[in-house]
């Protein structure tokens, strides 16, 4: 095999796919990033048996083949050669030489023979989401997946489709996040859970272009995310996903209308007193029109009002001031609504027409103040 193609386009298909190579595995294989040119492409791909990626890029293609080289030296070699064009070279024995300008480095790579291909995805029905909007939904959800093995089914997001609506759920059992996104098209009703690290890694990969899209391909087993020269494919987690809507209430005694800024930089000038692992809460103290926020620590305390619109009920109530954080960060609106029942029972911000709902369970705070 012989290859001759721009720096910049073999590092960014480099980078692109190296996503899917395992940090741990017994399979020497599997560490490796298959160069393949049997084909009319430069074709890339890396693939740890969940995940896998395959990118196409640009250059010329001198003697056609294909070999399997470490992902990790291929990697910082092609990031540490001169921007300039690269040729890369191989003989029977998978010696590979890889030189740029001055530059030349001798490795031994491996039949690409042995390397696990990605799985043959029957590429029909495709919902179609624009770059931009999936890697939103995305950064809007994926911090409230649980990171424990405890719960597969926590680790992962659930994916609805029902007629031109999708709909993304996550949970780690102390919040949920949802996310409701108006499709262009009317689909068939589909409801899979893909793992957190599918998507983290697709929405780095994305562009987050308005103007370009992404087709999402489903199966009994895989999801396949197609978009610019890339595919990505992922086993799904199996079993059934957990029954949000009875965790949903619509029912509150206390209704808080407020500006999403002046609460998030609030909470985060609390969070100064806290120390790295302390669970300290954020007590909350509701009252006519102002809300006081509090925190105790072993640093110190602080307490500050915010004017608010309240329809309903006095109320006190202690939250992890992280889960709060994480939410409003990600909430595009300028004025937010949380909905409260009792200091016991969870909080909901949503906005009107539900497009997104945040709900964090309250904690306890007896003897913190």
């Known amino acids: 095999m012989k ?4 720096k910049s386009n073999l590092l960014t298909g480099v980078q692109t796919v190296s996503k899917a190579v395992p940090n741990k595995t ?4 599997l560490e490796c990033i298959l160069v393949d040119t049997t084909g009319e492409d430069i074709r890339l791909t890396a693939n740890d048996m969940e995940l896998g990626i395959e990118t196409v890029i640009e250059g010329e293609i001198l003697e ?3 070999i399997a080289l470490d992902a990790k030296i291929f990697l910082e070699i092609v990031r540490k050669l001169p921007d300039n064009d690269i040729t890369i070279e191989t003989d029977p ?5 890889i030189t740029c300008e001055k530059a030349k480095f001798n490795i031994i790579g491996k039949s690409g023979e042995d390397f696990s291909y990605l799985p043959e995805i029957e590429k029909k029905d495709s919902v179609v989401i624009s770059q931009f909007t999936l890697k939103e939904v995305i950064r809007q959800t994926i911090f409230s997946i649980a990171d424990n093995e405890n719960n597969k089914l926590m680790t992962g997001e659930l994916f609805e489709i029902s007629d031109d609506m999708l709909k993304v759920v996550s949970l780690d059992g102390h919040r949920i996040s949802i996310r409701k996104i108006a499709l262009k098209n009317s689909y068939g009703n589909k409801k899979v859970v893909v793992p957190g690290k599918t998507l983290s890694e697709v929405s780095k990969i994305l562009s987050g272009d308005m ?7 489903f199966t009994d087993k895989h999801i396949l995310f197609e978009f610019n020269d890339t595919v990505v494919v992922s086993r799904l987690i199996e079993g059934e996903y957990f029954k949000i809507d009875q965790m949903l209430s619509s029912d509150y005694e206390t209704k808080i209308k407020m500006n999403k800024r002046e609460l998030l930089d609030c909470i985060d000038r609390a969070t100064l007193l806290v120390k790295e692992g302390d669970k300290k809460p954020v007590i909350i103290d509701v009252k006519d029109t102002s809300m006081q926020l509090k925190m105790n620590s072993t640093v110190g ?4 009002d915010i004017d608010i619109d309240k329809e309903g009920k006095d109320l006190k109530i202690g939250f992890n001031p992280k889960f709060l954080i994480d939410a409003l960060r990600v909430i595009e609106d300028e004025e937010i609504i949380i909905y409260m029942v009792n200091p016991k029972a ?3 911000i949503k906005d009107e027409s539900e497009s997104y709902i945040y709900m964090i369970l309250p904690v306890n705070f007896i003897n913190v103040e």
Do not use: N
Not at 3 to 6: A, E, G, K, P
Not at 26 to 29: G, Q, Y
Not at 93 to 97: I, L, M, Y
Not at 301 to 304: A, I, T, V
């Open 3 to 6: 290859i001759v193609c721009t």
């Open 26 to 29: 017994t399979m020497s294989i």
């Open 301 to 304: 305390s602080m307490d500050e």
């Open 346 to 348: 969870p909080c909901f």
């Open 211 to 217: 103007d370009k899209d992404v087709s999402i391909f």
């Open 93 to 97: 024995s998978f010696k590979t030489t």
């Open 64 to 66: 056609k083949g294909m």
